[in-house]
């Protein structure tokens, strides 16, 4: 029984008033006599009855369903810290477990690493899935996999938990929502998964000096715990090069001898000139057995070097931006040139760069990752970035809308001043079976959406789960993306049965628009079913390419229809395997349709800004360019130095946070720049403009050094001047730049005389980057800047080298729940036991029912006291009515005798006429020769009006007066019995 139910009254004390009745007993035999015996027992009974149901109104009656299901929904954890093998032996626990669920429980799933994913929704299924590979990451954040529990838990069943976990959680406050679940009265069972490693070393860190002199001897500390005595060697690499740590010996790894407890091994090194180094270094056991987890064997740190910087130049196809990096280097200025393959993706990485120059470089050519650390990079760490032009960089290269687009000094999506070529972008989504499909479909539209143009269109079509497929946004100019960015954070994608019904839509809305470009973007698994030949016809025809991208496909045969409508429009295909190639596939393919804001026209640059510093010393007339980007100026403290014969911003600047941004549109190529590589000051004006941006000195009063205690990371400042003497600094600000790139204030306070330090949390591997901003007391205003670098070398799961027992034992005390044991018969678990389970209730009030019952009952009562029923006069009104219909049922004799005498008088009649027209003579002149009508004669005579007899005329009468004599007849004799009735009566 899946449901019981129940009865109460939510205001008995109405109830009292059930002692009306008897009063109204009493007054009901005393006034109603006069109806009778049995009217008066029944008016008695319904009043009372009225008056019954009218209490119980009034006493709010109320009808109770208690539920009798239940739901379990385990939540495993999925971190890499616990062994493979007891992973594995806790799901078969599980399994055997489950399968003494009975039919009317449910069983739900939730798989929890550094987040929650829902595994299984509650149904009646009791399959887990052996592994989940959509969940990754650095931390186990066991107290959202609980959240998410309570949060898929259904509202009429009751609710269980059970946690599969070791207890090592890195993130979130597991006890705090324990105490959630025991306010809502869901017990959380634990099903502890027991370890300990006996023989592990932990490399729990690489110590060296933050900032060191050019050619300074430094000391690296490396420090290791070890559970048992243990024999290896250490690693030491320098920039990615292996450092030769035994000089004289074929073996560059220096032995080591390990005893239980911490261990500390020195070696000391020269470092080389300026900039980054970067050392790592790997401890590798003599015998593999004695150390088990690999991941916690590496520890690194950085060492910044300091002295002059380097300018980073960057292009995407090797040739760009080889002509500005000779003349840079021409210059006397420190040169790195690479390509966009090779630039960095860790900030740290360009804490020695003075200045980024981008030449030529599209949007997609970087991930949303790289160009988030380039806005950091200028922002916060005060570097500076130059952007040049070309055919591939600005708005045509796709940078509309990126993050790096909020730091230059120029509008890249100019207002309209020409009648430029558009392009029409329509999206057809179908990522929803993909981890995180709504999550990835809604980042890669958002994307292609900020690539385009204000005057491009745009549309976005999806299958609704609702089953209505239909525009999530019609196609329409893009604008500001404020609409199109709205209607795509709120779209939910379905399991689209048909890729033809949208292509049609998508090609019916682009072959009306005036675009000049006409793309479509597909991502899709390839299961729905695939367009038409005749469709992809059409849209080839109409000058409509389309761009298939499939993406985690059932089986390699799905992907063949994608690629197909690729091959027949003249698209594109993608086979991707990791969403994150997906933002940079959409911006790359949106560019197909972007406006065209290139305009290749000789002219002169006019200077508009004479007191920049970047056109010092330089001539009035500036060589010819042969065309630009175009770009528009972005107002503000955004200052355009050089303009273009139509006012276009050719050279801009601006100050970013920290750093200083320029925008040169133009090339410095012979593509439009061919005049300017002839002309003399060409060296000189990159020279002053890189100089100007390039980023400042650090601050040399300050020694920043960190120490890390598991998560926990503290900060030391030490501020001394040139003489030694401590320093007192006011304003002191610090920030934290994780590996991820997001940013978090740290508060610094001071300790000592010219001393401080600060605290935060590192969460997850990769070099953290702490910037110091202050001011040093005694009346100067300048503000100086220093940062330094700390490096978490592992994911902080795999410090902890066993379970953590009390933990879940307090969650199952806090929430009421048990405590299972591994190693038990999995057959006695009872995972789905109900003791002291709050089971859902719900009241449903029966005010409406109760109310028609009572007016039924109130108006039987009034026509009992009102309406005399005379039951004989209506039986003999019935007995009547019934002899009456019978007797018209039957058939009238006489009637039928009258019918059939007069049909026989009008067949002898037309008998009579028939022969007295065939019985006269016709006579024929002499002269007639022919032969006498002997066939036709009664048809050929001429119709004479005939007399009829007077006999028959006399007969007619008779035969009338018979008939009604009869009918009279037959109506008295009727008369007759309705007076026979009335004697009876």
Not at 467 to 492: C, E, F, H, N, T
Not at 536 to 544: E, R, V, Y
Not at 756 to 773: D, H, K, M, P, W
Not at 875 to 884: K, T, V
């Amino acid at each position: 029984m899946t449901y019981s139910y129940g009865f109460y009254f939510s205001q008995p004390l109405w109830l009292a008033a059930c002692i009306l009745l008897v009063p109204i007993i009493w007054l009901g035999r005393r006034n109603l006599a006069a109806l009778g015996p049995v009217r008066r027992t029944l008016a008695i009974v319904l009043r009372c009855l009225v008056t019954l149901i009218l209490v119980a109104l009034l006493a709010r009656p109320m009808l109770t369903r208690k539920s009798q299901r239940l739901t379990v929904i385990p939540v495993i954890d999925r971190s890499q810290s616990i062994p493979p093998y007891l992973q594995q032996a806790s799901l078969d626990y599980l399994d055997a477990a489950l399968a003494h669920k009975v039919p009317r429980d449910q069983l739900a799933v939730v798989d929890v690493a550094e987040a929650a994913s829902i595994s299984k929704l509650p149904c009646g299924d009791i399959t887990v899935r052996r592994r989940n590979t959509t969940l990754n990451g650095q931390q186990s954040n066991l107290a959202d996999g609980v959240q998410m529990a309570m949060a898929i838990a259904p509202p009429d069943t009751a609710v269980r938990i059970l946690l599969v976990s070791e207890g090592n959680e890195t993130a979130g406050d597991l006890k705090e929502v324990a105490r959630i679940a025991a306010a809502n009265k869901i017990p959380i069972d634990v099903l502890a998964i027991p370890y300990e490693y006996e023989n592990e070393v932990i490399f729990r860190r690489l110590a060296a000096p933050a900032q060191a002199r050019s050619g300074q001897t430094v000391s690296l500390r490396f420090i290791l715990n070890s559970t048992a005595p243990t024999k290896g060697k250490l690693l030491l690499s320098l920039n990615g090069e292996p450092v030769d740590l035994v000089p004289g010996s074929p073996e560059i790894a220096v032995p080591v001898e390990l005893e239980p407890g911490t261990n500390v091994k020195t070696i000391s090194m020269p470092v080389g000139t300026r900039g980054i180094h970067e050392f790592e270094a790997v401890y590798m056991p003599d015998e593999p057995g004695r150390d088990q987890i690999v991941q916690n064997n590496r520890a690194g740190a950085i060492t910044y070097v300091a002295g002059p910087g380097h300018v980073l130049v960057v292009d995407a196809d090797g040739s760009s931006g080889l002509t500005l990096s000779g003349a840079l280097q021409n210059s006397d200025i420190d040169v790195k040139y690479g390509t966009t393959a090779d630039f960095p993706d860790d900030l740290s990485r360009l804490m020695d760069t003075d200045a980024i120059i981008l030449v030529n470089t599209s949007c997609d050519n970087f991930t949303f990752e790289q160009q988030e650390m380039l806005c950091r990079y200028v922002t916060d760490l005060g570097g500076g970035l130059v952007m040049v032009g070309g055919a591939e960089s600005f708005g045509a290269g796709g940078w509309i809308g990126s993050p790096v687009a909020e730091v230059l000094p120029i509008d890249l999506d100019p207002p309209q001043k020409k009648q430029l070529p558009k392009g029409a972008l329509v999206l057809i989504m179908h990522a929803c079976e993909m981890p995180q499909g709504n999550f990835w479909g809604r980042k890669v539209a958002i994307a292609a959406a900020q690539t385009l143009s204000r005057l491009d269109l745009i549309g976005v079509l999806a299958y609704g789960w609702r089953g209505r497929g239909d525009w999530v946004y019609p196609l329409s100019p893009a604008g500001d993306k404020k609409a199109v960015i709205s209607a795509l954070k709120q779209m939910q994608m379905g399991d689209m049965p048909s890729l033809h019904v949208h292509l049609q839509a998508a090609y019916d809305a682009l072959k009306n628009s005036d675009a000049a470009q006409k793309h479509v973007i597909i991502i899709s698994d390839g299961d729905p079913q695939a367009p038409t030949t005749q469709l992809l016809n059409q849209c080839k025809q109409a000058g409509i390419t389309c761009t298939g991208v499939g993406i985690f496909p059932h089986s390699p045969q799905d992907v063949l229809s994608l690629k197909r409508v690729a091959q027949l429009t003249g698209g594109r295909f993608y086979d991707v395997m990791d969403p994150q190639q997906l933002p940079q596939i959409f911006i790359k393919e949106a560019q197909v349709v972007r406006r065209a804001l290139i305009l290749e026209e000789t002219f002169s640059p006019q200077i508009t800004y004479s007191l920049s510093e970047i056109i010092q010393g330089l001539p009035s007339a500036l060589p010819n360019l042969d065309g630009y980007v175009v770009t528009g100026p972005k107002g503000g403290l955004n200052q355009v130095v050089l303009s273009s014969h139509q006012a276009d911003p050719i050279l801009a600047t601006c100050q970013s946070g920290l750093g200083r941004c320029a925008a040169f549109t133009s090339s410095v190529d012979s593509q439009w720049a061919s005049s300017w590589l002839q002309w003399p000051g060409f060296e000189g004006f990159w020279e002053q403009t890189i100089r100007w941006a390039a980023k400042p000195a650090q601050s040399s009063d300050c020694e920043v050094s960190a120490d890390i205690q598991g998560r926990q990371v503290t900060v030391n400042v030490e501020a001394l001047d040139a003489e030694g003497k401590f320093l007192r600094l006011g304003n002191i600000e610090g920030q934290v730049i994780a590996p991820d790139v997001s940013s978090s204030a740290i508060e610094l306070t001071q300790v000592g005389p010219g001393q401080y330090n600060g605290q935060f949390q590192a969460t997850v591997s990769g070099s953290y980057i702490v910037n110091l901003r202050y001011k040093k007391l005694g009346g100067e205003e300048k503000t100086h800047f220093t940062h330094t670098t700390v490096t978490i070398p592992f994911a902080p799961e795999f410090r902890d080298l066993s379970d953590n027992a009390p933990l879940l034992a307090e969650v199952s005390d806090i929430s009421g729940g048990r405590i299972l044991d591994l190693r038990s018969d999995p057959n006695q678990a009872n995972l789905f036991d109900y003791t002291g389970l709050k089971f859902p209730q719900t009241e449903m009030p029966l005010l409406r029912p109760l109310m028609f019952i009572w007016l039924v009952l109130f108006l039987l009562d009034v026509a009992m006291r009102r309406i005399i029923l005379d039951f004989r006069a209506m039986a003999r009104r019935i007995a009547a009515f019934a002899r009456l219909r019978r007797a018209e049922g039957k058939p009238d004799r006489t009637l039928e005798r009258l019918r059939a005498r007069r049909q026989k008088v009008r067949d002898r009649f037309s008998a009579r006429k028939a022969d007295a027209a065939a019985s006269r003579r016709y006579q024929a002149g002499e002269e007639y020769q022919g032969e006498l009508p002997v066939a036709d004669t009664a048809r050929k005579v001429r119709p004479k009006p005939v007399e009829e007899p007077q006999s028959t005329e006399r007969e007619r009468g008779a035969e009338q007066a018979t008939h009604i004599q009869r009918l009279l007849k037959a109506k008295r004799k009727a008369a007759g019995l309705e007076q026979d009735d009335k004697t009876e009566e």
